[in-house]
């Protein structure tokens, strides 16, 4: 296990011990940003994957590992499209993934979702030793501001992790404040309750009003406007 500044800090450190000059990180065509961002910090290409109706296309991912291949980014929930991998396409693709090759399940979006069919990851730990499995306390707990991530990992991952990312990191008040926070399972029940309730209002909304969406088991749902999203995003922020 260990901590970063966000979970953001993790995906970084584990670029920067993993991506050589000319390795590749292979990712879905729209996940999160910040997995080639890193990666091309450290010289590396990213390889993007077509997402097979909105979701990660685990299968075509696997198929696209080389000799340079590095790392492949599972984010699940996956941001910024909304559903999950799910138990059966986990289970179908994990053994076809080398020992060489790092698999991060990115799961930011963890404490919402509500899916049976989601993965647990943490029991696959001791027979994948390849897996790295990230959360943070930057969505459900509402701490983005104080940059508390962590992840969990086999012992040799984690130690070098944990030198990478260095001691000093995670502040005080951070840390306390993340300890609070799980402490307080009567508020974080109430966050993933009034969201579930705020997903089903979106789809019925939409519905309604004729716009296509993506089903979401994260804290956003993802719509297809019909309209120019500049002049929404302006006329929602007078709503604010
Ligand atoms: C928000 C987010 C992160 C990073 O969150 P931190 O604030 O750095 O902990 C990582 N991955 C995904 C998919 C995210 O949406």
Partial sequence: MFLGTGSDSIIRAICSIFIDPGDESIMGEV???????????????????????????VEKMVDAITERTKILWFCTPNNPTGPVIKKDE???IIDK?????????????????????????IPLLGKYPNMII????????????????????NENIAKY???????????????????????????LRKV????????????????????????????????????DDKMVFNELLKEA
């Fill in 31 to 57: 996940s999160f940003q910040r997995y080639e961002d890193n990666t091309k910090i450290m010289g590396g290409n990213v390889v993007k994957i077509p997402m097979k109706n909105h979701k990660l296309d």
């Fill in 90 to 92: 986990l289970f179908s």
């Fill in 97 to 121: 993934i080398p020992k060489d090759v790092i698999f991060v399940m990115d799961e930011a979006y963890y404490e919402y979702v509500d899916d049976p069919d989601y993965p647990q990851t």
């Fill in 134 to 153: 990230l959360r943070t306390f930057s969505k459900a707990y509402g701490l983005a501001g104080l940059r508390v991530g962590y992840g969990i990992a």
């Fill in 161 to 187: 992790i944990n030198a990478v990312v260095g001691p000093f990191d995670v502040n005080l008040i951070a840390q306390n404040a993340a300890l609070a926070a799980l402490k307080d399972k009567e508020f």
């Fill in 192 to 227: 993933v309750e009034l969201n579930k309730k705020s997903r089903e209002y979106f789809y019925k909304e939409f519905k309604s009003i004729g716009l296509e969406y993506i089903e979401s088991q994260a804290n956003f749902v993802m719509v297809d406007l019909k309209a």
